[in-house]
């Protein structure tokens, strides 16, 4: 059976989540402890900055408070406060959690990409500290096969949620491919920083204007691969450019009206492409005026905020989708998992049947006397066929019955019967 | 089966693209065309071609004269022009367009009767080859327009700064412009050749080219403004919005020749080429 216990987003604060948390170089440690300390066939951990679960097979069902305890033991917290804020999941509600978790379903930004990687890093560690066996290594093929098929299946990881890379899908919306776009960052801010990462790598060229900080424009220039001019040449750049970044700690407007329209003016000649502002200063750097600019898109911070909300909106729509998949991948697990507990007793029935047939068989042959080379095996193939044909039926009924819910007392009932 | 049967049956296919489309429109999904549809489409596209066979037996002359058989054999190539688009492409936008464009015409063709002819000018090969260079040449004007239409409302939801519905189903700007760019050189280039043809057939049936009928100056007038979105897109960079709106304009007047022609100019010793 696999259990779960856990905190989250969900049911605890944040301080909480971190006083919980396992740091990555004491995971192996903690891993080792927990089986130990809880008697536990297999554990695994995972710990991310929105959750703090233990995972482990274990047949006693008591284990759930043996988990729990050892949570708060390692982290020295008071076991009443820690009850109050923590989930158990047993058997067929673990597994639908876990499924849900690498799914992305249960992350306060539903869809988002990470926690996929995070949970795939949870399995490798325990991997490595060698706590995981066949149950959990099972149930990691699954549910990460399944969230795998969940994010190519349904919308749930389409639309940008974060403020970044709304900026990029923003661009992908207006110019298609972004190769060979001219990005001019204004100002050397964290967030430009990010935004014109995407672009980049998308195969955006950047170039980076500087004030007076003109070294740290440089610097980001040469990590973008781009290059660095001086403010002044603002209106220049701006005649050159597709897509305007502008970040600057500035109090007031840097990029006017006039500023926009100038660069407009200069490259009405050749192609009328469209200019896509991105403000993303507090207070606002590019005159909102620019807006009424034929072929102009100006996008300021509560702008971006806005597209990301519509799209998480867009996301929720497609969760149900999700929940569907997931629902579907989730039974055909524990259907899979039932019907391996037959797999004992099956092995036995077959060993058992063997045992039989060459007891017989010797006997047989003892009897018959000498027989040639072709005459033996005749017997031998007449023997197994037989075996085969009668334990056919019942292996294909055994694994159907494994399925159903009053298996356990099925099975013991075929094992009387059988005599196994 | 009669042509009519035929109709009916392709009416009902082309109605699932046309009724998902409308669909995934209002529940603000973003599937407008799924292998399912275009399953339908294509059943109903081979049926459409069945359809215009047996038309044409019926008729024994190609079937493009009337309102009954020129929105059928318009919604045909239009729908011929869609696969051929989005098999190359997988643009589902323009199934926006296309689907509910090819279902009214079906459902069109379904209501009128078909025009009754017996004109010697029918007889001969002017008909089928000008009406199938105008058709087709109406069909990729058609995915220019819908192009630019698209170009039109993803900008306006842009500028809105409040993505809704279509902002998440129409492609980016720059795709539908290219579309539209593309289209307009093909529908351009066909209906040149629409327009040789029909002054050629014209000299073969009444002596003389131009006969100032209002279809052949509208021919015209959108040649013309064809002319110009070409020359303005290649020469002083024209694109986006303005390219948008003046191939729309454009279209208009194709849409009146087509209206004139195939509504108005009905079958009878006056009318043709």
């Known amino acids: 059976m696999i259990i779960v216990i856990g905190v989250s987003h969900r049911t605890a604060p944040l301080p909480v989540r971190e006083a919980l948390a396992f740091p990555r170089d004491q995971l192996r ?17 995972l710990s991310t900055c929105n ?13 759930v408070d043996a988990l729990e305890s050892f949570l708060a033991r390692y982290h020295a917290r008071d076991g009443r406060e820690l009850h109050a804020v923590v989930y158990r999941y047993a058997d067929a509600d673990a597994i639908r959690h876990a499924f849900r978790v690498a799914a992305s379903l249960e992350s306060m930004v539903i869809g988002e990409p990470q926690i996929l990687g995070q949970v795939k890093e949870a399995y490798q560690a325990a991997e ?7 149950a959990l290594n099972a149930l990691r093929n699954r549910s990460l096969a399944a969230a795998k098929r969940v994010r190519t299946e ?3 990881g389409r639309n940008a949620v974060s403020v970044s890379y709304v900026a990029v899908e923003l661009a992908r919306k207006i110019f298609g491919e972004l190769k060979d776009k001219n990005v001019l960052l204004v100002g050397a801010g964290k967030m430009s920083e990010l935004a014109a990462r995407h672009l980049v790598r998308s195969g955006g060229r950047a170039t980076v204007l500087g004030g007076r900080t003109f070294e740290k424009a440089a610097e980001l220039a040469a990590a973008l691969g781009g290059k660095a001019a001086p403010l002044e040449s603002l209106r220049d750049e701006l005649a050159r450019t597709d897509i305007v970044i502008s970040g600057t700690g500035s109090p007031g407007i840097v990029i006017h009206e006039a500023d926009v329209e100038s660069a407009r003016a200069a490259r009405r000649g050749r192609h009328a492409r469209p200019l896509f502002l991105i403000d993303i200063a507090v207070p606002r750097d590019i005159d ?9 898109f100006l996008y300021d911070l509560d702008d971006l905020k806005t597209v990301a909300e519509a799209n998480l909106r867009e996301r929720l729509k497609e969760s149900a989708a999700a929940e569907a998949l997931v629902e579907r991948e989730v039974r055909e697990f524990l259907d899979w998992q039932k019907a391996r507990e037959v797999v004992p007793l099956l092995n036995e029935l077959r060993r058992r049947a063997e045992e039989i047939r060459r007891h017989e068989l010797e006997k047989a042959r003892r009897r018959i006397g000498p027989l040639t080379a072709e005459q033996d095996e005749a017997i031998v193939a007449a023997t197994t066929a037989i075996v085969n044909k009668l334990l056919h039926s019942p292996t294909v009924h055994l694994k159907e019955a494994a399925r159903e819910s ?3 007392e099925q099975l013991s009932l075929i094992r009387k019967l059988l005599g196994l | 089966m009669s042509s009519h049967v035929y109709l009916v049956l392709v009416l009902i296919f082309y109605a699932v693209g046309a009724l998902h489309v409308l669909l995934q429109t209002l529940t603000r999904r973003r599937l407008l065309v799924t292998s399912w549809t275009v399953a339908a489409t294509l059943v109903g596209f081979a049926l459409h071609t069945a359809a215009l066979a047996q038309r044409w037996t019926e008729a024994g002359h190609f079937p493009a004269v009337g309102l009954h058989d020129g929105a059928s054999l318009l919604a045909w190539t239009m729908v011929l022009v869609f696969l051929v688009i989005y098999t190359r492409s997988r643009l589902e936008a323009l199934g926006l367009a296309v689907h509910p464009m090819a279902f009214a015409l ?19 090969l002017f008909l089928p080859i000008h009406t199938t260079l105008a058709f087709f040449g109406y069909a990729a004007l058609f995915v220019a327009f819908a192009g630019g239409l698209l170009y039109l409302i993803q900008e ?3 500028r809105s700064r409040t993505p809704r519905t279509f902002y998440y189903l129409i492609p980016s700007l720059e795709r539908c412009d290219t579309l539209s760019a593309r289209a307009v050189e093909a529908g351009f280039a066909l209906l040149t050749l629409a327009i040789i043809t029909g002054l050629l057939w014209s000299h073969a049936v009444h002596g003389r080219y131009w006969t100032s009928s209002p279809k052949e100056w509208s021919a015209v007038v959108a040649w013309c403004l064809y002319v110009a979105l070409i020359l303005a897109r290649q020469r002083s960079g024209w694109g986006g919005r303005r390219a948008a709106l003046l191939g729309i304009a454009a279209f208009t007047a194709v849409a009146f020749t087509f209206v004139w022609m195939n509504v108005f100019a009905l079958p009878g010793a006056a009318r043709t080429p």
Not at chain 1, 128 to 134: D, F, K, Q, Y
Not at chain 1, 288 to 296: A, D, F, N, S, T
């Open chain 1, 288 to 296: 909102p005026g620019v807006r009424k600019i034929g072929g102009v």
């Open chain 1, 154 to 156: 349904t919308g749930i």
């Open chain 1, 128 to 134: 490595e500290a060698g706590t995981l066996g066949s």
């Open chain 1, 51 to 63: 959750r703090v679960e233990l995972y482990a097979r274990q047949d006693d069902p008591g284990a």
């Open chain 2, 156 to 158: 306006r939801e842009l």
């Open chain 1, 406 to 408: 009053d298996a356990p």
């Open chain 1, 29 to 45: 440690d903690a891993l080792l402890r927990l089986r130990a300390e809880t008697g536990a066939g297999e554990v695994m951990i």
């Open chain 2, 106 to 124: 079906v459902l069109i063709a379904n209501l009128t009767p078909i025009a009754p002819v017996a004109d010697p000018v029918l007889k001969g």
